[in-house]
């Protein structure tokens, strides 16, 4: 640390008279650093143990706006689309709606609250419960909220973010091998891998391909869960399990309708998921989308 306080005073001090009279006349993006990413403050040593006992010394300080260039850097590389970027807690909306409304939102801003907080006594399986999960009735706000935590998460802690729009992600990759295996070992390492709308059910089409409707004449719905789509997010999912990596999860399917269609996967999700997650009963009402 000390060589790179030198460094930065000698090149100040390189400076010529010219320089120094156009960096005064500069505008900084941040004018509390000058664009340096921090700057020297006196400090008294004010350890009575220390033979260095009430001498002034410079300390170099990171300015508030590292953060800020951190926090740009993770939410251009989180795959976050704009208008996600502008879900906040702030804009997730609970007056005069559901109670249950209220406790998904309750729920996010609980686990970020307790997120990384040290916790004293912790059971082998309370260690792998890192994640939270949002399931159930479509239209009720999932991902706006889990959106929201993954900003706050970027902006306030600095933790990275991948977004992994199920169906559309796994469009994306089907075809391109190099391009798959960049994104599984992206969505393993990261520091929070968001998988939004996990299984997207669509309608069960016959031969013919006309919709299949159940006794109500509604559509029956089926998972979109390939034998492949299944292979992939279990790879990454067991890898995160088996690092203690969060996972944030939104589905229409709960925990049983997943451990319905593989095991290993559905249970090691709800693992990681047991402390935080909030089930959504299928209730039209609740989608937002037709208010």
């Known amino acids: 640390?000390?060589?790179?306080?030198?460094?930065?005073?000698?090149?100040?001090?390189?400076?010529?008279?010219?320089?120094?009279?156009?960096?005064?006349?500069?505008?900084?993006s941040c004018p509390k650093c000058k664009d340096v990413g921090g700057f020297f403050e006196m400090k008294v040593d004010e350890d009575e143990r220390k033979i260095t006992y009430g001498k002034s010394f410079q300390i170099w300080v990171d300015c508030s706006c590292e953060k800020q260039k951190i926090a740009n850097k993770l939410i251009k590389a989180s795959e976050i689309t704009d208008n996600f970027k502008a879900m906040t807690f702030a804009n997730y909306y609970t007056e005069g709606q559901s109670s249950?409304?209220?406790?998904?939102?309750?729920?996010?801003?609980?686990?970020?609250?307790?997120?990384e907080k040290p916790v004293t006594v912790l059971t082998e399986a309370e260690e792998m419960a890192v994640g939270i999960a949002v399931l159930g009735q479509p239209g009720f706000g999932k991902t706006h909220l889990l959106s929201a935590l993954s900003n706050n998460m970027m902006l306030k802690k600095l933790k990275s973010v991948l977004y992994f729009p199920y169906v559309e992600g796994f469009d994306d990759l089907r075809d391109d091998f190099e391009k798959l295996q960049a994104k599984l070992i992206r969505m393993k390492e990261v520091d929070i891998l968001f998988i939004d709308d996990l299984f997207k059910?669509?309608?069960?089409?016959?031969?013919?391909?006309?919709?299949?409707l159940d006794k109500d004449n509604k559509?029956?719905?089926?998972?979109?869960?390939?034998?492949?789509?299944?292979?992939?997010?279990?790879s990454v999912v067991n890898y995160r399990y088996m690092n203690k990596k969060p996972i944030f999860l939104s589905s229409e399917l709960d925990f049983d309708q997943m451990i319905l269609l593989d095991e290993a996967l559905g249970t090691r999700l709800y693992q990681m998921c047991k402390r935080y997650f909030l089930i959504i009963d299928k209730d039209l009402s609740l989608n937002y989308r037709l208010k």
């Open 1 to 28: 640390m000390q060589e790179v306080i030198q460094k930065i005073q000698e090149k100040y001090l390189k400076l010529s008279p010219e320089e120094v009279a156009t960096n005064k006349q500069k505008e900084f």
């Open 100 to 115: 249950l409304v209220v406790e998904a939102k309750d729920l996010a801003m609980k686990y970020f609250k307790d997120f």
């Open 201 to 212: 059910p669509v309608n069960k089409r016959d031969r013919n391909g006309e919709v299949v």
């Open 219 to 234: 559509p029956v719905k089926i998972p979109q869960a390939s034998s492949w789509e299944i292979k992939q997010i279990y």
